[in-house]
C-alpha cells in the first residue's frame, strides 16, 4: 500500500509538473507525437442520422472477436443476451443461448459451499480470458490487452482546425472505429532509421510506432459462411463495426428517437414562431 | 413592482388562500404582469435557457443518481451499467452530460450579451455579482460532476485541478490533503465530490432565486441601455416575453438534441471511457472545453501560484466590471469604441480556449501569454479609459422613440427580432 501512495504521488507530481510547467525557451511544436498520420474516413452504415448496423456485419465481427481477439482481449460488460438484443447483430435467442452453452462459467458457493462450473447462460458475461491484470501482462510480454467493451469509444485522434468544426454538422463520431480499422491494417516494416523496441512491432497508426500486440489477422484466418472476402481488411472493418455496436449498443434506437425528437422540435418551434409573430403583430419591437 | 394589471382573485377559495400567503400575486406579478422593454431582442431568452437547463440538469441527475455508484471499483461500471441496461439510461446520462455543456454555452451567451449591453450598469450591480457567483458555483459543479464517472480524464483532471491549490504557501499541502481526504485522489475525494456535485446545483437553484429576484427590482436592461419611462416603452411578461422565450428556448433544444443523439461523445474526451488508472498518465491532460480559456491562463504563467492567482483573477475581475467600466452609456449599441474592443475581447476569449486545448509548447505558450495580457487589460485598462475618451452616439430619448425610429428608417443593425 505505500509503495502505492508513494508512487501515486510521484505521477501526481510529474502529472502537475506538466501541466501547469512551461515550456519555456521551446521554440518548436510537438514533433514526435504528431507525426502519426490521421487514420482514413472509412464508410460505415452506423455513420449519420439514420445510421444502423449491418447485422451480417456485426455477426461476421463477433466472429472474429470469438476466434480471434478474444483470445487475448476480454469483454467484461458484454453479456451473452446481448447477442439476441434489438439493434446489434441479432442472432435468435436460441443461437445466443448455444454460445452461452459453449462456455464454462464458475458459480457457487453452493449448499455445500463448493464453487461448481456450469454451462453460460444468457444473462452471464463474456469470459475473460486471463484471471487478472497481471495474468494478461505475463501472457503478452508485459502489455496488457486492453478491453473491448468500450474501446471503439476510447480511442480517438486529433482532427485538428478548422475540421473538428465541421464535424458538428457531419456528425462524425466514428473516430474510434477509423482507428481500430487503421491500426488492423497498419502493420508495415519499420523507415529506414526507426529502430523498434525489443517485443514490439511497427504500427503506422499506433501512437509512437512500438505497439507489443503482434499483427492480430491474416487472411483467411476466420471462415465466412457468407461468402464474404476473407482479406485482413474485411475483418478489420467487421471487427471495428462489431466494436462500435459492442461499445454503443444503443446507437439505432438513439438515432431513431433522434428523428422523432428533432421532427417533434422542429414543428413545434415553426408553430411556437407563427403565435409568436401573431402575438407581436400590433407592437412595434 | 409596478405592473400593468394587478392579481385580484374572484375565487373565494383563491381570496382565502391569498390573504394568508400571497402566493399566486407573487407569480403574477413575476412572470406574466411583470413589465419588460418592448424592443428586447432574442439575446434576451437565454435567461430563460438557462433556468430550462438547470431544471433539466437537475431532474435528468436525480434519475442517474438512482443508478450510479461513488466507488472507484464501481462507478464506471455503474455508468455504463446506466448506459446498457437502464431504460433509456443512454438518453438520460447523454442529456446530462451534453446538458452540462449547453449549460456553459447559454451562460456564456448570457455573460457575453450582459457585457455588451451594459447590464451590469447601475442600478443592476448586485443582479451582476449575483450571475458572477452562479457561475463561480456551475464551473465547481461541472468540474467534480465530470470526476463521477470516474475515468482517466475523470482522475487526472481532478488530479490537476485539486493540486492547483497546493500553490498556496504554507497552507496549500494541507488544503489539497483536505480536498482529497488522504494522500492522493481517491474513493474519498470520488465520494465528496459526489455529494458536493448533488448539493451545488440546489445552491445555484437558491442563487438564481435571488438573481431572478434582483432582476425584477431593477428591471430587465435592454438593447438601447435606456430605462423604460411610459408604460408604452414596456409590454407584459406574458404574453409576450413567455412566446418569445419559449420560442428561444425550443430552438435551443434543437441544437441541444443534435448533440444528445447525433454527436453524443462529441464534446467529451475519449480518454474518459478507459477507466481511470493511477498509473497511466494520458498524453495530454486537457479539462472539459468550458474551463480551457482559464487553462490556457494557467498555462500562460511561468509560475505555478502566479498561475493559479491569474486564473483565479480571470473570474474575480468580473466582480468589478460594473466599477470599472466608467462610461455613462449602457449599450455598446451606442458605443463605437467599446463595441469594436468587446469584439476583440471576445475574439481573445475563444482564442485563449483554443490554445488550452493545445500542448503547453513553443508558439502556444506565446500566443497564450499574449492573450492573457490582453484580456486583463481589457478589463483594468480599456474599460475605465474608454469611459473618458469615446464620444459615444446620441442616445435615443425613450425605448418607444428608438423602436418607431428604427420601424421607421429599418436602417439600423439587425439586433432585434
Same mark, same amino acid.
Given at each position: 500500500?505505500?509503495?502505492?501512495?508513494?508512487?501515486?504521488?510521484?505521477?501526481?507530481?510529474?502529472?502537475?509538473?506538466?501541466?501547469?510547467?512551461?515550456?519555456?525557451?521551446?521554440?518548436?511544436?510537438?514533433?514526435?507525437?504528431?507525426?502519426?498520420?490521421?487514420?482514413?474516413?472509412?464508410?460505415?452504415?452506423?455513420?449519420?442520422?439514420?445510421?444502423?448496423?449491418?447485422?451480417?456485419?456485426?455477426?461476421?465481427?463477433?466472429?472474429?472477436?470469438?476466434?480471434?481477439?478474444?483470445?487475448?482481449?476480454?469483454?467484461?460488460?458484454?453479456?451473452?443476451?446481448?447477442?439476441?438484443?434489438?439493434?446489434?447483430?441479432?442472432?435468435?435467442?436460441?443461437?445466443?443461448?448455444?454460445?452461452?452453452?459453449?462456455?464454462?462459467?464458475?458459480?457457487?458457493?453452493?449448499?455445500?459451499?463448493?464453487?461448481?462450473?456450469?454451462?453460460?447462460?444468457?444473462?452471464?458475461?463474456?469470459?475473460?480470458?486471463?484471471?487478472?491484470?497481471?495474468?494478461?501482462?505475463?501472457?503478452?510480454?508485459?502489455?496488457?490487452?486492453?478491453?473491448?467493451?468500450?474501446?471503439?469509444?476510447?480511442?480517438?485522434?486529433?482532427?485538428?482546425?478548422?475540421?473538428?468544426?465541421?464535424?458538428?454538422?457531419?456528425?462524425?463520431?466514428?473516430?474510434?472505429?477509423?482507428?481500430?480499422?487503421?491500426?488492423?491494417?497498419?502493420?508495415?516494416?519499420?523507415?529506414?532509421?526507426?529502430?523498434?523496441?525489443?517485443?514490439?512491432?511497427?504500427?503506422?497508426?499506433?501512437?509512437?510506432?512500438?505497439?507489443?500486440?503482434?499483427?492480430?489477422?491474416?487472411?483467411?484466418?476466420?471462415?465466412?459462411?457468407?461468402?464474404?472476402?476473407?482479406?485482413?481488411?474485411?475483418?478489420?472493418?467487421?471487427?471495428?463495426?462489431?466494436?462500435?455496436?459492442?461499445?454503443?449498443?444503443?446507437?439505432?434506437?438513439?438515432?431513431?428517437?433522434?428523428?422523432?425528437?428533432?421532427?417533434?422540435?422542429?414543428?413545434?418551434?415553426?408553430?411556437?414562431?407563427?403565435?409568436?409573430?401573431?402575438?407581436?403583430?400590433?407592437?412595434?419591437? | 413592482?409596478?405592473?400593468?394589471?394587478?392579481?385580484?382573485?374572484?375565487?373565494?377559495?383563491?381570496?382565502?388562500?391569498?390573504?394568508?400567503?400571497?402566493?399566486?400575486?407573487?407569480?403574477?406579478?413575476?412572470?406574466?404582469?411583470?413589465?419588460?422593454?418592448?424592443?428586447?431582442?432574442?439575446?434576451?431568452?437565454?435567461?430563460?435557457?438557462?433556468?430550462?437547463?438547470?431544471?433539466?440538469?437537475?431532474?435528468?441527475?436525480?434519475?442517474?443518481?438512482?443508478?450510479?455508484?461513488?466507488?472507484?471499483?464501481?462507478?464506471?461500471?455503474?455508468?455504463?451499467?446506466?448506459?446498457?441496461?437502464?431504460?433509456?439510461?443512454?438518453?438520460?446520462?447523454?442529456?446530462?452530460?451534453?446538458?452540462?455543456?449547453?449549460?456553459?454555452?447559454?451562460?456564456?451567451?448570457?455573460?457575453?450579451?450582459?457585457?455588451?449591453?451594459?447590464?451590469?450598469?447601475?442600478?443592476?450591480?448586485?443582479?451582476?455579482?449575483?450571475?458572477?457567483?452562479?457561475?463561480?458555483?456551475?464551473?465547481?459543479?461541472?468540474?467534480?460532476?465530470?470526476?463521477?464517472?470516474?475515468?482517466?480524464?475523470?482522475?487526472?483532471?481532478?488530479?490537476?485541478?485539486?493540486?492547483?491549490?497546493?500553490?498556496?504557501?504554507?497552507?496549500?499541502?494541507?488544503?489539497?490533503?483536505?480536498?482529497?481526504?488522504?494522500?492522493?485522489?481517491?474513493?474519498?475525494?470520488?465520494?465528496?465530490?459526489?455529494?458536493?456535485?448533488?448539493?451545488?446545483?440546489?445552491?445555484?437553484?437558491?442563487?438564481?432565486?435571488?438573481?431572478?429576484?434582483?432582476?425584477?427590482?431593477?428591471?430587465?436592461?435592454?438593447?438601447?441601455?435606456?430605462?423604460?419611462?411610459?408604460?408604452?416603452?414596456?409590454?407584459?411578461?406574458?404574453?409576450?416575453?413567455?412566446?418569445?422565450?419559449?420560442?428561444?428556448?425550443?430552438?435551443?433544444?434543437?441544437?441541444?438534441?443534435?448533440?444528445?443523439?447525433?454527436?453524443?461523445?462529441?464534446?467529451?474526451?475519449?480518454?474518459?471511457?478507459?477507466?481511470?488508472?493511477?498509473?497511466?498518465?494520458?498524453?495530454?491532460?486537457?479539462?472539459?472545453?468550458?474551463?480551457?480559456?482559464?487553462?490556457?491562463?494557467?498555462?500562460?504563467?511561468?509560475?505555478?501560484? &502566479?498561475? @493559479? !492567482? #491569474?486564473?483565479?483573477?480571470?473570474?474575480?475581475? +468580473?466582480?468589478?466590471? *460594473?466599477? %470599472?467600466?466608467?462610461?455613462?452609456?449602457?449599450?455598446?449599441?451606442?458605443?463605437?469604441?467599446?463595441?469594436?474592443?468587446?469584439?476583440?475581447?471576445?475574439?481573445?476569449?475563444?482564442?485563449?480556449?483554443?490554445?488550452?486545448?493545445?500542448?503547453?509548447?513553443?508558439?502556444?505558450?506565446?500566443? &497564450?501569454? @499574449? !492573450? #492573457?495580457?490582453?484580456?486583463?487589460?481589457?478589463? +483594468?485598462?480599456?474599460? *475605465?479609459? %474608454?469611459?473618458?475618451?469615446?464620444?459615444?452616439?446620441?442616445?435615443?430619448?425613450?425605448?418607444?422613440?428608438?423602436?418607431?425610429?428604427?420601424?421607421?428608417?429599418?436602417?439600423?443593425?439587425?439586433?432585434?427580432?
Amino acid at each position: 500500500m505505500n509503495m502505492r501512495f508513494a508512487s501515486l504521488r510521484s505521477f501526481t507530481l510529474a502529472a502537475l509538473t506538466a501541466a501547469t510547467m512551461l515550456a519555456g525557451t521551446g521554440t518548436s511544436f510537438a514533433q514526435d507525437a504528431h507525426a502519426t498520420p490521421k487514420p482514413p474516413r472509412e464508410s460505415w452504415t452506423f455513420a449519420g442520422p439514420f445510421g444502423h448496423f449491418d447485422r451480417a456485419q456485426v455477426q461476421r465481427g463477433f466472429q472474429v472477436f470469438r476466434e480471434v481477439c478474444s483470445s487475448c482481449h476480454a469483454a467484461h460488460l458484454f453479456a451473452f443476451r446481448n447477442l439476441a438484443q434489438k439493434g446489434g447483430p441479432e442472432f435468435s435467442e436460441a443461437q445466443a443461448k448455444t454460445v452461452a452453452e459453449s462456455f464454462k462459467v464458475q458459480d457457487g458457493p453452493n449448499d455445500a459451499g463448493d464453487m461448481f462450473e456450469r454451462p453460460g447462460r444468457l444473462s452471464d458475461r463474456w469470459p475473460s480470458p486471463f484471471p487478472n491484470e497481471q495474468a494478461a501482462r505475463a501472457s503478452n510480454g508485459g502489455a496488457y490487452p486492453p478491453d473491448f467493451s468500450v474501446l471503439a469509444k476510447a480511442r480517438t485522434y486529433e482532427v485538428g482546425f478548422p475540421g473538428f468544426l465541421f464535424d458538428i454538422v457531419r456528425q462524425y463520431q466514428e473516430q474510434g472505429p477509423d482507428y481500430i480499422h487503421a491500426l488492423l491494417n497498419g502493420y508495415k516494416d519499420p523507415p529506414e532509421g526507426f529502430k523498434v523496441p525489443e517485443g514490439g512491432h511497427y504500427n503506422e497508426f499506433f501512437p509512437g510506432h512500438s505497439i507489443k500486440m503482434p499483427p492480430p489477422l491474416s487472411a483467411d484466418q476466420v471462415t465466412y459462411t457468407d461468402g464474404s472476402p476473407q482479406t485482413v481488411e474485411q475483418y478489420s472493418r467487421d471487427v471495428a463495426a462489431f466494436m462500435m455496436w459492442l461499445a454503443e449498443p444503443h446507437l439505432e434506437e438513439r438515432k431513431r428517437i433522434g428523428f422523432m425528437s428533432m421532427i417533434f422540435l422542429i414543428v413545434f418551434a415553426g408553430l411556437l414562431y407563427f403565435t409568436k409573430k401573431k402575438i407581436w403583430r400590433n407592437v412595434e419591437h | 413592482m409596478s405592473g400593468h394589471a394587478t392579481f385580484e382573485p374572484k375565487n373565494p377559495a383563491l381570496k382565502w388562500f391569498e390573504s394568508r400567503l400571497p402566493l399566486v400575486g407573487l407569480i403574477h406579478s413575476s412572470f406574466i404582469a411583470y413589465p419588460t422593454p418592448r424592443n428586447l431582442n432574442y439575446w434576451w431568452t437565454f435567461g430563460g435557457i438557462l433556468s430550462l437547463m438547470l431544471v433539466c440538469q437537475i431532474l435528468s441527475g436525480v434519475v442517474l443518481v438512482m443508478h450510479y455508484t461513488p466507488h472507484v471499483t464501481l462507478a464506471f461500471d455503474s455508468v455504463e451499467h446506466i448506459m446498457r441496461d437502464v431504460s433509456y439510461g443512454w438518453l438520460i446520462r447523454y442529456i446530462h452530460a451534453n446538458g452540462a455543456s449547453m449549460f456553459f454555452i447559454a451562460v456564456y451567451i448570457h455573460m457575453f450579451r450582459g457585457l455588451y449591453y451594459g447590464s451590469y450598469k447601475a442600478p443592476r450591480e448586485v443582479l451582476w455579482i449575483l450571475g458572477v457567483i452562479i457561475y463561480l458555483l456551475m464551473m465547481a459543479t461541472g468540474f467534480m460532476g465530470y470526476v463521477l464517472p470516474w475515468g482517466q480524464m475523470s482522475f487526472w483532471g481532478a488530479t490537476v485541478i485539486t493540486n492547483l491549490f497546493s500553490a498556496f504557501p504554507v497552507v496549500g499541502p494541507t488544503i489539497v490533503e483536505w480536498l482529497w481526504g488522504g494522500f492522493a485522489v481517491d474513493n474519498p475525494t470520488l465520494n465528496r465530490f459526489f455529494s458536493l456535485h448533488y448539493l451545488l446545483p440546489f445552491m445555484i437553484a437558491g442563487v438564481v432565486v435571488l438573481h431572478i429576484w434582483a432582476l425584477h427590482i431593477a428591471g430587465q436592461n435592454n438593447p438601447t441601455g435606456v430605462e423604460p419611462k411610459t408604460p408604452k416603452d414596456t409590454v407584459p411578461f406574458t404574453p409576450y416575453a413567455t412566446i418569445k422565450d419559449a420560442f428561444g428556448m425550443v430552438c435551443f433544444l434543437i441544437f441541444f438534441a443534435w448533440f444528445v443523439f447525433y454527436i453524443p461523445n462529441y464534446l467529451g474526451h475519449a480518454d474518459n471511457y478507459i477507466p481511470a488508472n493511477p498509473l497511466v498518465t494520458p498524453a495530454h491532460i486537457v479539462p472539459e472545453w468550458y474551463y480551457l480559456p482559464f487553462y490556457a491562463m494557467l498555462r500562460s504563467v511561468p509560475d505555478k501560484l &502566479g498561475g @493559479v !492567482l #491569474t486564473m483565479f483573477s480571470a473570474i474575480i475581475v +468580473l466582480f468589478f466590471v *460594473p466599477w %470599472l467600466d466608467t462610461s455613462k452609456v449602457r449599450s455598446a449599441a451606442y458605443r463605437p469604441l467599446y463595441r469594436q474592443f468587446f469584439w476583440i475581447w471576445v475574439a481573445a476569449c475563444i482564442g485563449l480556449g483554443w490554445l488550452g486545448s493545445k500542448p503547453a509548447e513553443g508558439g502556444y505558450v506565446i500566443a &497564450g501569454r @499574449v !492573450l #492573457t495580457v490582453y484580456y486583463f487589460v481589457h478589463f +483594468l485598462i480599456i474599460l *475605465p479609459l %474608454l469611459g473618458l475618451f469615446e464620444k459615444p452616439k446620441q442616445v435615443p430619448a425613450s425605448i418607444t422613440e428608438a423602436v418607431l425610429a428604427k420601424g421607421k428608417t429599418a436602417a439600423s443593425p439587425a439586433t432585434t427580432a
